[in-house]
């Protein structure tokens, strides 16, 4: 184990020399902007380099190309979601879109907001995309574009609606009851937290297999090199993350009658949209 760990880890400090070799005359801010980066899919070596970086640096470099790569959440996902979120919820004034990302998920609650839109992430590049795409939709609803750790929010009581796509492999185990008390303490009394996540996936499903196959990586790569990249796939499951949920003062309900159907049976090669499940979760206390 010892030489498999040190060979890997060669070969890792190999790969980083190659493409830093690779863009030695850029700047990585400038090379993100340029217009080959935000046309384009993200490269090998583009995505290597990233993943070679915490979760803020990390993004912060994947960011102007992120909406080409496989991991944007897929509209077959968010139209569905949104649908169902304003038959649930009817009007509301305020809400925010944690860990926004490149605001996929920001362009349709934004619409749903009456007065106030908030969109919160770690990646200032992230958040700075999100800011671009949200404006280009012309709406008077007041703005506000928040670069802050989701484990620590800046906000108490002040949201109707939160939702959250994408971002609860990036929060440990250890830190997800932190992370609802943080969801517990922005939203007003009465307010929601609508999000999707799955159940425990049967031994032969294929996603199963494929997500702990990425989470091994993940972990040997963490063990040999710094800093780490927290992002872990088979986390915030039902029912575990329903009892921590109502542990902190929510009323938990799983949208049974939802399915997400889609003449596509995936939104990535690792994740089935049969297995997902929309979650409400209201303040209560």
């Given at each position: 184990?010892?030489k498999?760990?040190v060979?890997?880890?060669?070969?890792?400090?190999d790969?980083?020399?190659?493409?830093r070799?690779?863009?030695?005359?850029?700047?990585?801010?400038?090379?993100?902007?340029?217009?080959?980066?935000?046309?384009?899919?993200?490269?090998?070596?583009?995505?290597?380099?990233?993943?070679?970086q915490?979760?803020?640096?990390?993004?912060d470099?994947?960011?102007?190309?992120f909406?080409?790569?496989?991991?944007?959440t897929?509209?077959?996902?968010l139209?569905?979601?949104?649908?169902k979120?304003?038959?649930?919820?009817?009007?509301?004034?305020?809400?925010?879109?944690?860990?926004?990302?490149?605001?996929?998920a920001?362009?349709?609650?934004?619409?749903r907001?009456?007065?106030?839109?908030?969109?919160?992430?770690?990646?200032?590049?992230?958040?700075?995309?999100?800011?671009?795409?949200?404006?280009?939709?012309?709406?008077?609803t007041q703005?506000?574009?928040?670069?802050?750790?989701?484990?620590?929010m800046?906000?108490?009581?002040?949201?109707?609606v939160?939702?959250s796509?994408g971002a609860?492999?990036?929060i440990?185990?250890k830190?997800?009851?932190?992370?609802?008390?943080?969801v517990h303490?922005?939203?007003?009394?009465?307010?929601?937290?609508?999000?999707?996540?799955?159940?425990?996936?049967?031994?032969?499903?294929?996603?199963l297999w494929?997500?702990?196959?990425f989470?091994?990586?993940?972990?040997?790569?963490?063990?040999?090199w710094?800093?780490?990249?927290?992002?872990?796939?088979?986390?915030?499951?039902?029912?575990?993350v329903?009892?921590?949920?109502?542990s902190?003062?929510f009323k938990?309900?799983?949208?049974?009658d939802?399915?997400?159907?889609s003449e596509k049976?995936?939104?990535?090669?690792?994740m089935?949209?049969?297995?997902?499940?929309?979650v409400?979760?209201e303040?209560?206390?």
């Open positions: 184990m010892v498999i760990a060979l890997l880890y060669g070969y890792i400090a790969c980083q020399r190659l493409v070799k690779q863009y030695s005359n850029f700047d990585h801010f400038s090379l993100l902007k340029s217009k080959i980066m935000i046309k384009t899919k993200p490269t090998f070596f583009e995505q290597f380099y990233q993943a070679l915490d979760v803020e640096g990390g993004y470099l994947l960011a102007p190309k909406d080409q790569s496989r991991y944007i897929p509209d077959e996902i139209v569905p979601f949104f649908e979120l304003a038959a649930e919820k009817g009007a509301f004034d305020n809400g925010i879109d944690i860990c926004c990302g490149s605001g996929a920001s362009t349709y609650l934004i619409k907001c009456r007065e106030e839109f908030t969109a919160l992430d770690l990646s200032q590049g992230m958040l700075d995309q999100c800011e671009k795409k949200v404006n280009a939709l012309n709406l008077a703005k506000f574009f928040v670069k802050s750790d989701a484990l620590d800046p906000f108490e009581n002040q949201f109707d939160a939702v796509f609860f492999g990036h440990l185990a830190d997800e009851e932190q992370f609802i008390a943080q303490k922005i939203l007003k009394p009465g307010g929601h937290l609508f999000f999707i996540t799955t159940e425990q996936l049967p031994i032969w499903s294929i996603s494929r997500q702990r196959l989470n091994a990586l993940i972990w040997v790569r963490n063990i040999i710094r800093p780490k990249f927290i992002m872990y796939y088979l986390t915030f499951r039902l029912p575990k329903k009892n921590k949920l109502e902190h003062g938990v309900e799983v949208l049974e939802f399915k997400f159907e049976d995936k939104i990535s090669d690792l089935h949209l049969k297995y997902f499940k929309m409400k979760a303040k209560i206390a």
